[in-house]
């Protein structure tokens, strides 16, 4: 223990932060220990992390100092917000400015900071194309953790920008997965067209970023895409069909349409896959399935992701 490099993981009960802690304890002569933040520390899933062997901290990353406590004595950190908790770009760029003050102040020697695109590099304020959100964002939870990447360069933390992709997950727990229409049908629906989405076993993004930093320092100060597949709707649909035993439709619909469809951050999403559809050589050329597979040898296929989870994909 007291020889190996202690790596802190925020959002450690979270599906990206969970994945990486699990990757660490996974490989004992790995050469790292890990910390795992959390906000409650008798949780159900911090529990289990403290039983698989981490070190479970409580803090709070809205609060400086009680991140600065938990980054002493480490040698790197993994960072990772969640827009989704409070739907504010601000608070989220806040976020952000703490953990990068607390890493310099730990005078970390690694920081892997999940991250994506400002889509206003490609789709300005100006653009109707798609709608301005929130008096200044395009895609705001993409936005806000784009435009911090700054912050990390500005401060000279020593980082690399980790870009993630679509969760499978997402189809389970953001209910985006086939639904069975009027006529009995299995239904999955995105505003894609024919345009391929790269996506990624949500597990499988810690085990990218446990990759990154076992390469040591070569990855600082450089942006490293990751995905497990690039399909378009109908490959999905498809996949679904065979894990389900089941007949699953794709439909195509317009991006105005998904963002009128009422929940919590439609505009939002819509916004989002407007862009991944619009920006797709782009989108997919930054994100290598080849290089994700060199930093994640397990590196599921969705094929693979859904026979594992097809009990829970299945419509009640």
Known sequence: MFNKKLIVVAGATGAQGGGLVRAIL???DGGFAVRALTRDVNSPKARELSRLGAEVMAADIDDAQSLSDALRGAYGAYFVTFF???FSPEIEKAQVRTFALAARSANLEHVVWSTLEDTRRW???SDDRMP???????VP???????????FLDLGVPTTFLLTSFYWDNLIHFGMGPKQAADGKLTFTLPLGERKLPGIAAEDI????????KQGLALVGRRVGIAGEHLTGEQMADAMTRALGREVRYDSIPPETYRASGFPGADDLGNMFQFKRDFEEYFC??????????LNPKLRSFSAWLSEHRQLLMPG
């Open 26 to 28: 996974a490989d004992p």
């Open 206 to 213: 810690g085990r990218c970023a446990y990759g990154i930093f």
């Open 123 to 125: 789709v300005p304020l």
């Open 285 to 294: 050329g930054a994100r290598s399935v080849e290089n994700s597979r060199c």
């Open 141 to 151: 939870h993409f936005d806000a953790k784009g435009e911090s990447d700054r912050v």
């Open 84 to 86: 989704w908790a409070h």
């Open 132 to 138: 301005t959100l929130m008096g200044g964002y395009k």
